[in-house]
């Protein structure tokens, strides 16, 4: 079939397998361009399709070496529908991975839930024996509790206070004012227990039982801080209560992994363009801006630079990664540089619809949320029938 866009908002329905293989191909390039890492040999990436768990997964293989094994979420084609871009992402993975003689197997359903958690288990038994590594990668709107079985939704609202703000819409360049109502108390339990580190505790918990934790073992989870202006909104809001409760779940498993020598840790990453950071109000007129501003210092780092920049210098750089006051591994360190802050602010102050594309970089911010679903691909062909069913290797359709 021809495949093209269909999107509404932040949200796009459909995936070109060719671009989206492309994409992953420019990142396997990236990290074979880079030095070798002496890191892991067995991984497990949870939330490893897209965004920032397929760039652990990519610097876990192609920097270090690495058998994986991904979970995520993903849908496949199915008669005029196309698959997810995550399916066809991991399709290319595992094509790369294996043509690398590099083990590389996914699993595809609810990470929630404990049967995927048995499941890749059984796995990690029969393929690896034991990981060495756990990335905890997850960002997802909801989540159906395991034990007791409630739905549990995440929301972006602020707490206490309503919060009025610009907001673009990247695909007409239109700026508004957005107000966005506080959450109730049950949102916000609801959006912890989501967003959380309950979860990912959960999954450790599940991995040592069965013994399939390896002395030293190291596990990561991504968390963001990002800038004053929009605390309202992410970090003193519903998400960063969960945040909040996912960087203490690190030093709670610190202390249970310290028996097999092992480590926990907190990365606070980068503001990028991903699936989930385009459905933050606000978020997308920010980043703009800030992609500008990083791309004309030469600072600008996208989800595989990041990730190589983590393992490379951070968690297996050969000696202590640097931590923050409240022990958080700081990737975004040129993010939140303060003339790139004040830069951002003073921007912030003055855009709007006439001056939008000569202040921000809302052109290249419109390009990579297309270039998430595949399209937009230098190279591609979109006028050329492509195969939309495309199959995942180690999955049975
Ligand atoms: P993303 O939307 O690109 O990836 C989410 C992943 O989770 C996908 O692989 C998806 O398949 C998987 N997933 C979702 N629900 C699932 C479920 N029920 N079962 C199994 N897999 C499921 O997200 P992104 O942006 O890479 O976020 C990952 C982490 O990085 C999050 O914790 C996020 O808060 C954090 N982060 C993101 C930043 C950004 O700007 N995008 C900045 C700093 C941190």
Redesign the pocket.
Known sequence: MIIKPKFRGFICTTAHPEGCQAQVEEQIRYVLEQNKISGPKNVLI??????????SRIVSTFGCGANTI?????RPSSGKRTA?A?WYNTAAFEKNARQAGVKAYSI??????DE?KQETIALIQAEMGQVDLVI????????THPHTGEQLNSVLKPIGQSYTNKNVDFHTGEIKSLTVEPATEEEIRQTIAV?GGEDWQMWIDALDQADVLAEGVTTL????I?PALTHPIYREGT?GRA?DH?EETAQILQRKLEAKQGRAFV???????????AAIPV?PLY?SLLYRIMKEEGLHEG?IEQIYRLFAEEIFGGSLPHLDAKGRIRI?NLEMREHVQAEVDKRWDTVNDQNLIALSDIEGYRKEFFQ?FGFEVAGIDYEQETNADVAIPSIDK
């Open positions: 949870i939330g490893a399709s897209t965004g920032y768990g397929l760039a991904g979970v995520s979420f993903e997810t995550g595809n359903g609810d990470a929630f839930s995927i905890y990668s997850l960002a997802s709107p909801k989540r967003m989870a991504y968390s963001y990002g998400v945040k996912l990365s606070i990453n980068k503001a990028l363009v991903t699936q989930s950071s978020v980043v989800c975004d998430l």
